[in-house]
């Protein structure tokens, strides 16, 4: 069993920077594809970045392309996401979550594993 812990969250003005981390317990994941999704109210939950077990294939949604970096730190059993030039619309629940097959896949069904959550807000 694996659990996951997101951290990072907070209020933020448009145009500023976050990094949200994801500690993994209970078993390493450095075999794992690990990945962050987001969920607005209202809205569904969305693939946002994905990082592939070898850590040298990344995956991001076109909306965040540029803007968002997902990275993994195997020693630490850590994914980070460092969102920077934050928008409104980036406003969301952000959660990391965990495949045991290692490939990055952009739908919630590919992930075995999920956090709890962290709340990003974005000031216009």
């Known amino acids: 069993q694996v659990q996951l812990v997101e951290s990072g969250g907070g209020l933020v003005q448009a145009g500023g920077s976050l990094r949200l981390s994801c500690a993994a317990s209970?078993?390493?994941?450095?075999?794992?594809?690990m990945a962050w999704f987001r969920q607005a109210p209202g809205k569904e939950r969305e693939f946002v970045a994905g990082?592939?077990?070898?850590?040298?294939?990344?995956s991001y949604a076109d909306s965040v392309k540029g803007r968002f970096t997902i990275s993994r730190d195997t020693a630490k059993n850590t994914v980070y996401l460092q969102m920077n030039s934050l928008k409104p619309e980036d406003t969301a629940v952000y959660y990391c979550?965990?495949?045991?097959?290692?490939?990055?896949?952009?739908?919630?069904?590919?992930?075995?594993?999920w956090g709890q959550g962290t709340q990003v807000t974005v000031s216009s």
């Open positions: 209970g078993r390493a994941v450095s075999n794992y594809a």
């Open positions: 990082i592939a077990w070898s850590g040298y294939s990344t």
């Open positions: 979550a965990a495949d045991v097959l290692g490939v990055v896949t952009t739908t919630t069904g590919g992930y075995d594993y």
